[in-house]
Each structure stands twice: as C-alpha cells, then as structure tokens.
C-alpha cells in the first residue's frame, strides 16, 4: 500500500530526500522540460515513493519555484574586481560575461530551465527580472570601473541595458543552436557586441 511504502522510507523524511527530489527534477526539467515531466518521474528518479514527493512539494509548480529560489545564485560573480580591465571597457565586458557564464553554467537551472520556462511560469520570471536587474548593476559598475572618464548615468544604464540584453540574447540562441545541431555563437560574436557597446559610451559619454 502506498501509506505503507512512504513509511517504509520515512527516514529519508530526516535525511536527504528533499534534496534529492530538488536534483532529480533539475536534471529532469533541464533534459525533457517542466510539463513533460510527470512527478512520479521526479519520485523515480529520486528513488523516493511519490507520497514523499507531494509531502515536501504540494505540486510540481512548488518544484519548480523551489529550485528557483534555491539554486539560482544570490552573488552571480565572487570577485567583482578581478573582471575588471582598466582603460579598456570592451575586455572588461567580455571578462564579466566569462565570469558570470551563462551559456554554460554548471547549474542546469541557470544555464536551461530558466530560459526554458519564462514565458510560462510566473516564479520563474519573476527569478529572471531579478538576475538581470542584479546584473544590470554589475555590468554599470564594471563599465565605470574600466573606464577613467565619468560616465553620465543615463548613458551608464543604457550601455549596461544593451550588454546585459546581448547576454541573456546570446544565452539563449546558443542553447536554441545546441539543441537543433546548428552553429552556436562564438566568442568573436560577444567580443563585437562589447565593442559597440563601449565605442557608444565613450561617444555619448
């Protein structure tokens, strides 16, 4: 019986099943998507009874928004400083998209399901105006920070507005690419955006 085999793993209630349900819905929403993944996958995946699932996460859109707020990162760089290329913004640019890598972060929630699953989820873009109103306020900091000259802050937003969109643009045509087999955005295409961007800064100073 169903309440018999939740009993039967009630120890994992203290362990760490709860984490384990988080890891198996990652991997299976990055791999299939939200809606084409049933719970019970999530309960089988996570070798946890389904009973379990649904003590922890009353529905799968809890799933969903838990790993929104648990494994986007708070700080999405370490070292703010180190990305920093005096007296040349451009590089500085290009330092901070590697650093922040998210075309291909280590977190599948990161670098799949939120791009995957915006348009549909409130939680989920609600995580993503937060990410880049987060990054919007790097990529302002690290432009100033590059470049001697003070920077008016109308030019500053829009400078900073016009990188971020090109990052969350090239984010997601590179995993579009990936997954149809077509040529994925290189380096040089990021390279060339950062540049327009700082020649524009420094002409509208």
């Not at 169903?2 to 988080?22: C, E, F, N, T, Y």
């Not at 920093?84 to 890598?101: K, Y």
């Not at 997954?179 to 524009?200: H, R």
């Amino acid at each position: 019986m169903p309440g018999r085999r939740v009993g039967r793993r009630s120890a994992k209630r203290d362990g760490d099943a709860r984490q384990l349900i988080l890891d198996a819905a990652e991997s299976l929403f990055a791999a299939r998507g939200f809606d084409a993944t049933p719970t019970a996958a999530v309960a089988a995946a996570a070798d946890v009874p389904k009973g379990l699932v649904f003590y922890y996460f009353p529905t799968k859109n809890a799933i969903l928004s838990a790993l929104m707020r648990e494994r986007v990162p708070e700080n999405p760089i370490d070292d703010l400083a180190a990305v920093v290329s005096p007296g040349d913004p451009a590089a500085s640019l290009i330092n901070l998209d590697t650093a922040i890598n998210l075309r291909d972060h280590h977190s599948s929630v990161l670098r799949v399901i939120m791009w995957r699953e915006a348009d549909t989820h409130p939680d989920v873009r609600r995580t993503l105006r937060a990410l880049r109103d987060q990054l919007l306020d790097l990529t302002a900091h690290v432009l100033q920070a590059s470049t001697p000259a003070p920077i008016r802050p109308a030019t500053l937003h829009a400078c900073a507005a016009a990188w971020v969109s090109a990052m969350f643009a090239i984010a997601g045509t590179d995993r579009l690419h990936a997954l149809d087999g077509l040529p994925v955005p290189t380096t040089d295409d990021l390279m060339n955006v950062a540049e327009v961007v700082a020649a524009g800064m420094t002409q509208l100073g």
